[in-house]
């Protein structure tokens, strides 16, 4: 079993920074890739980025594209969102997961469903 606590999410003015990280425990995250979700009031849980379990190939839904940048500490054990240039439309609840199946895959999974473990999640709040 793999457990994930986020945190970092906050209320923060558009144009504004925040960065998320997500403390792993219990088994090894090595062979696993690393993503983060977002899911805002009456909306589906979507995808935001993933880092491929090697450690560098990284993934960005176009709505993020070079405003949010993914990393891994694979010593710490952590994984964070660095996020800037923040809009209000990023305003949701950010959820760490982790895709243990992912040594099978020739590339990086943008669906939830691959995603087997997940964080409690922290909220994100962009103000005018």
């Known amino acids: 079993q793999v457990q994930l606590v986020e945190s970092g999410g906050g209320l923060v003015q558009a144009g504004g920074s925040l960065r998320l990280s997500c403390v792993t425990s219990?088994?090894?995250?090595?062979?696993?890739?690393m993503g983060w979700f977002r899911q805002a009031p009456g909306k589906e849980r979507e995808f935001v980025a993933t880092?491929?379990?090697?450690?560098?190939?990284?993934y960005y839904a176009d709505s993020v594209k070079g405003r949010f940048t993914i990393s891994r500490d694979s010593a710490q054990n952590t994984v964070y969102l660095q996020m800037s240039s923040l809009k209000p439309e990023d305003t949701a609840v950010y959820y760490c997961?982790?895709?243990?199946?992912?040594?099978?895959?020739?590339?990086?999974?943008?669906?939830?469903?691959?995603?087997?473990?997940w964080g409690q999640g922290t909220q994100v709040t962009v103000s005018l």
């Open positions: 880092i491929r379990w090697t450690g560098g190939r990284t």
């Open positions: 219990g088994r090894a995250i090595t062979g696993y890739d």
């Open positions: 997961a982790a895709d243990s199946r992912a040594i099978a895959r020739t590339t990086a999974s943008a669906r939830a469903q691959d995603y087997n473990y």
